[in-house]
């Protein structure tokens, strides 16, 4: 617990006062978020039991109302200042001198500094990957648990009630706490770099927004342990049903506030990084696509989040405080709620696959060795879909029972959009067109990408044609399609993000074998698994039923041993990061020879990423055109390196 | 490259149609699903097979050596190519979004004389209301006709759908949705609910049977003949075989206890069928297995527990589910309006039903 030993102290003058070194209870960490985290909930225990007791109200230990404020409000809080996430902003506020340029939790010096609250945004970016990959495993293995109930027609393991919890709590993890932080996370760790900065703009602030995405997790998962099990009601939580649940539900709405929170604060962080920390000479036209998907990306999240955060109040409102936002009763609306939902959670499926669009942008055009295809158009696009996907939400209730006339427009703009992610695909397919493709494992998760992206992206016109739709909706058709387009499409380019920066991240270099390995699996596995569902579905089995037609037992019983071989192709994934982190080869700095200004430093890369701030001079991607540069670098790397 | 497209372009095409992808339609309706679903899959075909086809041409063609570092040549795009899939790709979507808005004004058309049948859904039970208050627990529609239906419900978010007749609506509490169906040929289907509603969503069905317009006419007849016969809120039959109202009308004129009997357990099985009580419930008599909710074949140990009668658990579990809730079940998850949806006759005849001797097997 010594690392203010071992870290830079460059600016030390100014702060005569060096700060009193404090005890072990009082200092930030894991010891001091072990005894704040009670107390804090006890905090909050007693505002409901005095609150309750004046008001004259029975019972007065109402535990589910005292879980809810004390576990999941005041807890949380306990444990994010317990770890210290606040400190510096408390200082501040009381007036007490703060350590500016004290540099104390900036960069990792040893694999203890990942455990703790860190301002260097490539070890935020590490933080997220390897917290939203614990995630991603566990949201695996319960898909495992569901499809080995779905082998067989009839009840063989769980109850209907486990059944439904295990299905809604597979999405929740895997849209909330692994999609979407993981991209956050990858962006974390490459934006800066790409943009010629030192770091994010608020360091603190991106801190704070990677440990509130352990809360947000931890809540999904310990919803289990409520009476009565998760929260059973799918990803999408309708109301009405949503507030007649057992309690676990409210673990699905607290969570989705904490994940949601997290998210808006690293999306304007990107947002004010990006404007305002550019390199000299790194113009909006000069920037790699990374960074243009991350802008969109973060102008989706700051302005569409706020409205999951609403209707998870508001659901959970009708449940605790008995009012009728989505009851049908006092003139509540009940598809009110799925209007506000969709509002978000359509733009959220731009949000989970913008970003993967960038990385695919990077790793074409560096394994095709050739400029990408359409620089600016593909910028555009980015735009158009930005655009697009806030007038579209409503072709999720096709069958809802909305106002007929919104189903022609939402059809139209929705269509719409397959236009620019259209021009996307077809760049990148000239991009590839007479390039001297290198097809190492990143470059095979960009095509696998685009393979099944193309069936995602055509099954979703099926879905757009209303009356196709009215078909299809609620079926496993639809299962097909999400799962097409995020894991075939947001999975495969995390994956591809991975390899692609791993030597980057660790100065060492992955296994490739093993790489291509776990590819092929997984893209066999993921194919044979998903797209029988289109057929089941479009035959007429619904979704989310524990229990289904005999006749669908056969293609079932494929689907489910697929699902199982996709699931262990994940084993040879962790096992090739975990053994090449430990002890891979060398990397250097520039193994893929890309022109983007992270590789133009070390593997890892310096704390401080660049010694003078870099000047930009031309295009990213000029692959083949003699003598051209994207970056001139003064002076070079620093040349001290973490461990 | 473009041979490989073609070759992308036959698989695709012999899966599409080796596969029997829809099933095979049963209205009106799915007819012009079935057409939009094919004018979308040819285009889909056509683009699915560029993709793929300049993908694996170019993996074959232009892949290198992994020593090789030179670079390809730097294009940096092409204006007329950046145009053409710009636009080729708008005006086919634009075409797939005319012919789904003109099946859709089509399929939502219900003409001028449509049978209106009231649908309405509560948690885990169908129940359809015909003209002239007729309630049936299985849906009967008459071939070749318009059926119009109007649907609300009584609790969460339900979607009606029969996979062969295309069709789907969410039921939704609080207000009123309509689809129409124009089913084509007879026979018997599955009525599938497909909105997520609780712990019995995955068993929440009905039976559906097509007619031919006489048939359905006799049906209609004897089910009304049969509502009067046991009272205003009587009902239905459970199945096309047992016609309940001949019997029941018959023989409580007769007025002897054994005919009482008959016609109360008869309305008890009814009634059991059409509250939906077999969704959840494993019970003997009536052939269900379901495990959501606690098994009704022996209530002495229960019933005992409880500190009552059998029939009075059984009376006090309907009317108030979560006074005693069985280890092992959730309190909140059986529906609590039985005492209202159900008139007082049809509880007394589930409570004989349920909690009766038991009878001769």
Known sequence: MTSTAHAPTHHETGHGDAPRRRGLLMRPGWVRAAWVTPAFFFIGMYLVVTFRWIMGWDPVYDWEIIVLIAGMVTAPIGFLLGLGTFDYWLYWISGRPTLVDDHANHGAYRWTDYFKVNTDHKVIGIQYLVTTFVFFIVGGFLAMLFRAELAEPGMQFFTTQTFNGLVSAHATLMIFVFIIPAFAGLANFAVPLMLGAPDMAFPRLNALSFWMLPVAGTLFLASFLAPGGAFATGWTSYAPLASEQPFGQVFFNMGVQWAGASSIATALNFLVTIITMRAPGMTFWRMPLLVWANFTTSLLVVIATPFIAGSQFFVMFDRVMHTSFFTPDNGGYVLGYQHIFWFYSHPAVYIMVLPGFGIISEIISVFSRKPIFGYRLMAISLIGILVLAFSVWAHHMFVAGMADWLRIPMMITTLLIAVPTGIKVFSWLATLWEGKLHLNTPMLFALGFISTFVIGGLSGIYLAAVPIDIHASDTYFIVAHIHYVLFGGSVFTIFAGLYYWFPKMTGRMYDERLGKLHFWLTFVAFNATFFPMHWVGLDGMPRRVADYAGTYGAINMVISIFSFILGASVVVFVYNMITSWARGPIAGSNPWRAMTIEWQVSSPPPVFNFDEIPQVVGSPYEYGVPGAKHVVLKGGALQETPA | ?361
């Open chain 2, 1 to 361: 490259m473009l041979g490989i497209a073609g070759v992308a372009g036959v698989i695709t095409t012999a899966i599409a149609l080796l596969i029997r992808w829809l099933p095979s339609s049963a209205s009106e309706e799915m007819d012009r699903i079935t057409f939009t679903y094919w004018f979308a899959t040819v285009i889909c075909i056509a683009i699915f097979s560029l993709v793929i086809g300049v993908i694996v041409y170019c993996v074959i063609a232009f892949r290198v050596q992994p020593d090789d570092d030179t670079d390809g040549p730097p294009i940096h795009g092409n204006t007329r190519l950046e145009v053409i899939w710009t636009v080729v790709p708008a005006i086919l979507v634009i075409a797939i979004g005319v012919v789904s808005a003109v099946v859709l004004s089509k399929n939502a058309d219900a003409g001028a004389n449509p049978l209106k049948i009231k649908v309405f859904a509560q948690q885990f039970a169908w129940r359809f209301v015909y003209p002239g208050d007729v309630r049936s627990d299985e849906l009967v529609m008459p071939l070749h006709r318009h059926v119009k239906f109007d649907m609300t419900s009584a609790d969460v978010i339900h979607s009606l759908w029969i996979p062969q007749m295309g069709q789907k609506q969410d039921v939704v509490p609080g207000i009123q949705t309509e689809i129409v169906i124009t089913p084509t040929r007879t026979g018997t289907f599955s009525l599938i609910c497909t909105e997520l509603c609780g712990l019995g969503h995955a068993t929440m069905r009905a039976p559906v049977r097509v007619l031919e317009p006489a048939a359905f006419q006799t049906w209609l007849t004897k089910q009304r003949a049969s509502s009067g016969g046991g009272g205003a809120t009587g009902g239905a039959t459970t199945g096309g075989e047992t016609s309940g109202g001949e019997t029941t009308g018959g023989e409580t004129t007769g007025g002897t206890t054994t005919g009482e009997n008959a016609a109360q357990a008869q309305l008890g099985a009814k009634t059991f069928a059409s509250a939906g009580c077999g969704s959840c419930h494993e019970f003997q008599k009536a052939g269900t297995d379901a495990q959501v909710g606690p098994s009704l074949d022996d209530l002495t140990a229960a019933a005992q527990k409880a500190g009552e009668s059998v029939p009075d658990y059984v009376r006090e579990s309907i009317e108030d589910p979560n006074a005693v809730v069985t280890e092992g079940y959730q309190p909140g998850v059986m529906p609590q309006n039985f005492k209202d949806s159900l008139s007082s006759e049809e509880i007394d005849a589930l409570v004989a039903y349920v909690g009766g001797e038991e009878e001769s097997k």
